[in-house]
């Protein structure tokens, strides 16, 4: 064999079975597996024909192994579990601000409020010349260079200079870096009259304080007796967070959820009496991108009758993963049981070890209702297992799917740029007015969507008919610019103002909202 890679595969196939052999018999015939592997090892190492790198062979034959036990359990490197870490413990050291580099200058396009960078006058649109007496514009710097400069643990000074384009006016800070939330409360209000709105984005260890602030908040200044609860496209992450969740809407010791496995008994978790919010009415919004944790408050909900849930029919991730610290600082991500919701449904769906295929979250990957298992409320209400969580309304969205050259403009770095453009010409006229009130001008509305004319033009043409992008950008000149006008509203009033934006048009909060009326 000449081919190194095709080597190195090969001995990856061996290790992992090997690993495999000797985990699936080693209580039967006590073998002591691990000094087997150790001596296996240690001979590719000695007397191997090529030179190998033994670290990276062992790191790839565990991920091998993990992958044929199911497509959650996974390995993580130290330096994949410090960058999970940051977001699943909802924060990071640094000096809380959120850029972007342009014309190869680092640009700060947000600051978080109270922060250290807010606290010593940093402002949106500043441009960030030197970091430590050392030029950064104009180098070509990267993020992650960027980053590694900033950050620094709690306490610590960084000193940075910065151009104030709308003064011409250059200055120096010394900025001492603090804990810097990740929030993972997108955004909480009252969206119509007694009635509140809030989005989780993910289950991280401060998402229940996040809710439940938020919550107290909409119950005492807006006197709520409805609450929306959005968890589209929430993927999900610790199970204490959901339960502590539910918590706020049960009073009298429900059951909430159960979790059993192979080597885990069945642990019930139930409702403890304290819940701020325990007899105001609940929607709660899933998707095909609400997973795990997400099904576990819908299922509660659901088979309690305690709300309605409204939306598609949810991923269908039934399991329960459990970290496992490894002495490099590495870990596995172990499934351990399945959990259940209180009338017994595992929402699991059938899944390949293909992960393209189980990976896509999309309806038609999960069963068939006809072909799930039914479950009955105390009502006598049909709900379902076996392949997420099926809503009480189904709503199916009307937009017709974007054309690949929206998407590709969608997710260009031009959009983005270009919205940034607009709001750094325009930061005094902005100033003066609330995101509510915002709205581009005809005028400025058709010379915006020129220049994105010219430029899908010139970037798509060898892809695309001429005439058959023009009418794509016809066709979808109004959803473009209202895009372009949700990025503005993200640029300079930020992400909670963007999303109560575009909740306005939302097609499944018009529809959770007029439901309510009826």
């Keep these: ?35 087997k592997i150790d001596q296996i090892l240690h001979e590719v190492h000695k007397n191997y024909v090529d030179s190998i790198d033994i670290s990276s062979l062992i790191e790839s034959s565990i991920e091998q192994t993990l992958k044929n036990l199911d497509p959650h359990s996974i390995y993580m490197t130290q330096d994949q579990v410090l960058s999970s870490m940051e977001m699943m413990q909802g924060s990071f050291e640094g000096i809380g601000v959120e850029f972007s580099i342009k014309n190869d200058t680092i640009v700060v396009i947000n600051v978080i409020p109270e922060g250290p960078s807010e606290k010593v006058g940093i402002k949106a649109g500043d441009r960030i010349i030197s970091i430590e007496n050392k030029n950064v514009a104009g180098i070509g710097i990267q993020n992650q260079d960027v980053i590694e400069k900033l950050r620094g ?39 119509a009259p007694k009635t509140g709105y809030i989005k989780l984005n993910r289950f991280a260890e401060t998402t229940h304080q996040e809710f439940k602030t938020k919550l107290k908040q909409l119950i005492n200044l807006h006197n709520i007796d409805h609450l929306i609860l959005d968890l589209r496209a929430n993927s999900g992450g610790y199970l204490d967070q959901a339960i502590k969740i539910l918590n706020e809407f049960f009073s009298n010791g429900e059951l909430l959820v159960y979790t059993e496995g192979h080597a885990r008994e069945i642990e019930k978790y139930r409702a403890n009496f304290l819940g701020l919010y325990k007899t105001g009415e609940l929607t709660i919004l899933i998707d095909e991108g609400s997973a795990s944790a997400s099904e576990i408050i819908a299922g509660a909900i659901q088979d309690h009758e305690r709300g309605i849930i409204i939306g598609q029919k949810s991923f269908g991730k039934g399991l329960v993963q459990e970290q496992i610290p490894l002495p490099d600082g590495s870990l596995i991500r172990l499934t351990v049981a399945r959990y259940y919701t209180p009338l017994g449904r595992c929402i699991q769906k059938p899944y390949s070890y293909d ?41 199916s969205l009307s937009n017709e799917i974007l054309p690949a050259s929206l998407l590709y403009l969608y997710n260009s770095s031009f959009f983005n740029d270009l919205a940034f453009q607009y709001v750094d010409s325009k930061r005094n006229e902005l100033k003066e007015i609330n995101f509510k ?54 640029q300079y009033w930020g992400w909670e103002e963007m999303q109560m934006f575009l909740n306005e048009s939302d097609e499944i909060i018009v529809r959770s909202l007029s439901l309510l009326k009826t």
Excluded at 164 to 176: L, M, S, V
Excluded at 439 to 465: D, G
């Design 437 to 490: 009130d915002f709205n581009l001008s005809k005028q400025e509305m058709e010379i915006e969507f020129e220049k994105i004319k010219k430029w899908m033009l010139k970037e798509l043409t060898e892809v695309y008919l001429t005439d058959e992008l023009n009418e794509d950008l016809q066709k979808g000149k109004n959803k473009i610019l209202d895009r372009f006008n949700a990025l503005i509203i993200r």
């Design 1 to 35: 064999m000449n081919n190194k890679s095709d080597t190195k595969y090969t001995l990856i196939a061996i290790v992992v079975g090997l690993i495999i052999i000797l985990l699936s018999d080693w209580n039967k015939e006590e073998y002591h597996y691990n000094s």
């Design 355 to 395: 992960e393209d295929i189980y990976g896509g979250a999309n309806s038609q990957q999960n069963p068939d209702i006809d072909t799930l298992q039914q479950f009955f409320t105390k009502s006598g209400k049909t709900v379902y297992g076996g392949g997420g969580i099926t809503p009480d309304e189904i709503i």
């Design 153 to 191: 643990s709690k306490g610590s000074y960084v000193k940075v200079g910065v151009y104030r384009k709308i003064i011409q006016e250059y200055n120096t800070f010394n900025i001492r870096r603090g804990k810097i939330p990740i929030h993972s409360l997108d955004v909480a209000y009252e969206i």
